[in-house]
């Protein structure tokens, strides 16, 4: 069992950056590809990044890529996005999420992600 805190967030004017953190317990954070969700009023959840356990493969959904990156430090037991040049459209509330991971797995099979941080709103707007 893992468990994931997040921290970060808040409110940002549009071309701004926030960086969130999540910091994982209870299992050794090597084990889990891990990846940032997130979800817009009245949207479905969608998976925005993920990494994988050694942080040797990332992954961006097209709205984020270039903008976005994913990074983990796993003597730290922490995760991170770093999101920068904001626009309105990733406003949304942001999850932090852990996958048993695999040799050789690439960690992009969104779904199966199944420990979840708390989550954390993250707001752009002038």
């Known amino acids: ?3 994931l805190v997040q ?3 808040g409110s940002v ?21 891990m990846a ?8 479905e959840r969608e998976g925005v990044a993920s990494i994988t356990r050694l942080g040797a493969k990332t992954f961006y959904d097209d709205a984020v890529k270039g903008r976005f990156t994913i990074s983990r430090d796993n003597a730290k037991n922490t ?3 770093q999101m920068n040049y ?8 942001y999850y932090c999420a852990a996958q048993e991971g695999r040799a050789g797995g690439m960690c ?4 199966k992600f199944n420990y979840w941080g708390q989550g954390t709103q993250v707001t752009v707007s002038s």
């Open 108 to 111: 992009v099979d969104f779904p």
């Open 36 to 43: 940032w969700f997130r979800q817009a009023p009245g949207k």
């Open 79 to 81: 995760v991170y996005l």
């Open 13 to 33: 004017q549009p071309g701004g950056s926030l960086r969130l953190s999540c910091v994982a317990s209870g299992d050794t954070l090597s084990r889990y590809c």
């Open 1 to 3: 069992q893992v468990y």
């Open 86 to 93: 904001l626009t309105p459209d990733d406003t949304g509330l």
């Open 7 to 9: 921290s970060g967030g």
